[in-house]
């Protein structure tokens, strides 16, 4: 089993007199290993965790851990050097025990569990954000991991607000502690709230104030200002990034007082993701890959919308992550490499 970072010490690394810390957000079908390299190369980010790993009644093999959690081979951390949690969703308490001990073995410096996936073929088999309808189920299913797995790993919980409304939003975050989770993320919005703005971050002091473990707020920042304004409105000095990450890469190390991406390194990020992608998944998934992350800049972030003609063009313009008429142009240039073939980023710069 691998030992704990010597500076990975989760009991500190989350508290309250801890410096702050952005966790790179769990995304199912986008924040891969690829991504997790690149973004955790440019600095500022301080954990990140695999897509969610569904766990039903099996123990799963090894090669599902390694295909989500590559860097299992590398020390569970990023080439950077950013650890990595892996992500399991599920409802069975022991299943999910043998499942975490098995990552565990495997060189997961810690589990955290997610109780906050709104997909209803998720929710239809009982996993995800379902447990919210009965927080008891959540204190279940940490305790159930939290007792298959030594005090040295860290064993942590990602949940909503609730699942149709906000009621429980207390009773969740008391579950996750009662259950024995050493820190909880709060994605301010319930299931039935999807990804729509606004994210409600007042109720993650709710949420905070009535536990003792730290909280990790998350929802809807896009900007160094958005991150502030949720910091101050939960109290919470610890913040995961999602989508805005991945709209303004450069967004961790800004809130630290680095600087914006210029063009030439959003280049260099689009092109060392997609020749790790390639490298890994050959050309296809690069190029559906890259494409996606284009809309991300794009879009803000809706994975499912459509690369539109306008209105991609003009919000990415807005995004502002890069000079407009460059955005502008590498767009339409790779609009007319479609289907993607190999890429000269080189007459694109
Ligand atoms: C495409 C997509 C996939 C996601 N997959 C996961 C997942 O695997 N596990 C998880 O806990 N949350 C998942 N989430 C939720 C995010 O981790 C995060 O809570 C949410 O996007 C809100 O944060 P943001 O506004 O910073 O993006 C996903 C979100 C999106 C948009």
């Known amino acids: 089993m691998t030992e704990p970072l010597a500076f990975y010490e989760h009991r500190q690394f989350f508290s309250h007199e801890a410096p702050p810390r952005t966790v790179l957000a769990p995304m199912e079908g986008v924040v891969d290993a690829m991504t997790r390299s690149v973004l955790t190369s ?23 851990f390694y295909k989500y959690a590559p860097e299992l081979r590398s020390g569970s951390r990023t080439a950077a050097g950013t650890p990595l949690l892996i992500q399991l969703l599920g409802s069975d308490p022991v299943c999910l025990g043998e499942n975490a ?11 955290d569990l997610n109780f906050g996936c709104p997909a209803k073929t998720v929710n239809r088999h009982d996993g995800g954000a379902s447990l919210l309808k009965n927080p008891e189920r959540v204190a279940n299913a940490v305790r159930g991991v ?3 797995l030594p ?19 207390r009773e969740i975050a008391q579950a996750a502690e009662s259950g024995g989770a050493d820190w909880l993320t709060v994605h301010a919005r319930t299931r039935d709230e999807g990804y729509q703005p606004p994210a409600h971050w007042a109720f993650i002091a709710s949420m905070r104030e009535s536990i003792r473990i730290p909280v990790i707020a998350n929802g809807e920042c896009w900007t160094p200002a958005d991150v502030m304004n949720m910091q101050r409105v939960s109290g919470c000095r610890h913040v995961m990034l999602g989508r805005g990450l991945l709209a303004r890469p450069s967004l961790a190390r800004e809130i630290r007082g680095g600087s914006e991406l210029t063009w030439a390194e959003t280049l260099d990020l689009l092109r060392n993701f997609y020749l790790e992608s390639f490298d890994a998944r050959g050309e296809a998934f690069a190029s559906a890959r890259l494409k996606q992350w284009l809309r991300f800049m794009a879009n803000g972030a809706r994975p499912t919308s459509e690369i539109s003609e306008g209105s991609s063009v003009h919000s990415m313009v807005d995004v ?20 993607i073939r190999k890429i000269d980023f080189e007459t694109l710069a």
């Not at 001990?101 to 810690?110: N, T």
Request: aromatic share 6%; with cysteine.
């Open 42 to 64: 440019l600095g500022g980010v301080d954990l990140c965790l695999t897509e969610f790993v569904r766990v039903t009644t099996q123990l799963l093999p090894e090669h599902v």
């Open 101 to 111: 001990a098995r990552a565990v073995e495997l060189g997961a410096y810690g589990i």
């Open 146 to 148: 939290r007792s298959a």
């Open 151 to 169: 005090s040295t790993v860290s064993v942590s919980a990602k949940v909503r607000l609730g699942f149709h409304d906000k009621s429980l939003h």
């Open 320 to 339: 502002g992550v890069t000079p407009s008429s460059r955005a502008q142009n590498l767009f339409e240039r790779l609009k007319r490499l479609e289907p």
